[in-house]
């Protein structure tokens, strides 16, 4: 139905995914703790994947497409929100934990850096006064290999040069949905 491939059939079941078998500390088996790393990703779509998409929006892409800065109090609000998602992962997440889901890495930890790096990209330290948030990106960074991490955020943290060498006119067809953002 979703025409995507891989896709499995099992039975009456069908998934448009394959099944890859993966080490436990990715999505565990242990119920308590898969149970942590479901709570994160809910969480983390509504939150904080909306926060830093939206301050990568208005410091990058926004004044590309406009020709000018986002208003100064839209900025600051989606600054704010970005913060407070900051604070949540922090405080709710992460707590005195190596990991969001505890002593290893998950999925919950990946999906969590990948979407950090976004304003990061756009030029918002984001790590900045949060010893916590840094230590944690670091066990990110070494629990996948530093080079794998690196590769996996090259293109985000060079995004500032490819937006700068975009032609602006190829935005318009954004400018609508930009202005409702805006509005």
């Known amino acids: 139905m979703m025409r995507k491939v ?3 059939r099992d039975g009456d079941f069908t998934l448009a995914e394959r099944k890859v078998p993966h ?4 999505y565990p ?3 308590q ?5 479901n709570e994160y990703l809910s969480w983390h779509h509504t939150q904080l994947r909306m926060h830093t998409s939206k301050v990568f929006w208005f410091k990058l892409m926004i004044p590309k ?3 000018k800065e986002v208003p100064k109090e839209k900025m600051d ?6 913060e407070g998602s900051l604070k ?10 190596p990991f969001i889901a505890g002593e290893h890495i998950s999925l919950a930890d990946l999906v969590g850096i990948v979407d950090i790096m976004q304003p990061v990209g756009a030029g918002v330290d984001v790590f900045a006064k949060r010893p916590k948030l840094v230590a944690w990106r670091d066990r990110v960074q070494v629990a996948v290999g530093k080079e794998l991490f690196d590769e996996a955020h090259q293109d ?3 995004v500032v040069k490819v937006v700068e060498s975009l032609d602006s006119s190829k935005l318009q067809g954004f400018k609508p949905r930009i202005m409702k953002l805006l509005l």
């Open 77 to 82: 609000s989606a600054l704010e929100d970005l």
């Open 23 to 26: 080490p436990d500390h990715w």
């Open 88 to 97: 949540m992962l922090e405080e709710k997440f992460l707590q005195d934990k």
């Open 33 to 37: 703790t898969r149970a942590q790393v």
């Open 156 to 158: 985000i943290l060079s």
């Open 29 to 31: 088996a242990d119920l």
């Open 6 to 8: 891989p896709a499995i």
């Open 65 to 67: 497409a406009l020709g």
